[in-house]
């Protein structure tokens, strides 16, 4: 079983709809990171949450960690295919390197 | 500055042999790490380097190594390769010191098919 379970694991959506991807665990996390992976490539980190509560803006990305820092979520607004791609979380239980992935939610954004 | 190369890009290999991967990272990255990434079980932690020592290690059987020199380059060594190996092995370097992990930058990965 997965640490980190994401949901869903698969969404097809038009451009311009919004979209959330969630990221939740029973364990808590002294940070968490998401990254995006497209075809052929390694992953890209898009944010780092580090206290509970926290939101954090990349442009029409809105991210969340929960005040228990247990659990977060990805919002995107008005998607573009642009989005399209593998979007992966990641939290650090513990320090010394060992961050633990969620199995991703592939995002697939039509124009 | 160059990313994080890893080569070959793409490897097929036969049941029981064994194949070495390579890594060069970031130029000032000193921690390295490797993740297994297959379609059904996602980014599975193999290990990481730091400074030259094994700092962390996954729940991988003895037949997954690795090793890193001291220009911080690593290297990862697969023996008696299985079927269930097959999979797209990503190499990640960190400017991360002591206590933590900070930000993981991805190479392409080396996509190996074991026959």
């Known amino acids: 079983t997965q640490l980190l379970e994401q949901s869903p694991q698969f969404l097809s959506i038009q451009e311009g709809e919004n979209l959330t991807v969630y990221c939740n665990s029973s364990?808590?996390?002294?940070?968490l990171q998401w990254y995006r992976q497209e075809p052929g490539e390694g992953p890209v980190l898009l944010v780092t949450?580090?206290?509970?509560?926290e939101v954090k803006k990349l442009k029409r990305l809105t991210f969340q960690f929960g005040d228990a820092r247990k659990d977060s979520s990805l919002h995107i607004t008005a998607a573009q295919p642009g989005d399209t791609g593998l979007y992966l979380c990641a939290g650090e239980l513990d320090s010394w390197g060992k961050l633990q992935f969620g199995a991703g939610t592939q995002v697939v954004v039509t124009p | 500055k160059a990313g994080v190369t890893q080569t070959p890009r793409y490897l097929i290999k036969t049941r029981g042999q064994q194949v070495t991967l390579s890594c060069s990272p970031i130029s000032g990255h000193r921690s390295v790490s490797w993740y297994q990434q297959t379609p059904g079980q996602g980014l599975q932690f193999l290990f990481e380097?730091?400074?030259?020592?094994?700092?962390n290690k996954g729940n991988f059987p003895g037949r997954f190594s690795g090793r890193q020199f001291s220009n911080s380059r690593s290297e990862m060594n697969v023996s008696t390769l299985e079927l269930g190996d097959s999979a797209l092995y990503l190499c990640?370097?960190?400017?991360?010191?002591?206590?933590?992990?900070?930000?993981?930058?991805f190479g392409e990965g080396s996509r190996l098919t074991v026959l």
């Open positions: 949450v580090v206290t509970g509560g």
């Open positions: 990640a370097s960190s400017r991360a010191g002591t206590g933590m992990t900070g930000e993981l930058f």
């Open positions: 380097y730091f400074s030259e020592t094994q700092r």
């Open positions: 364990s808590v996390f002294s940070s």
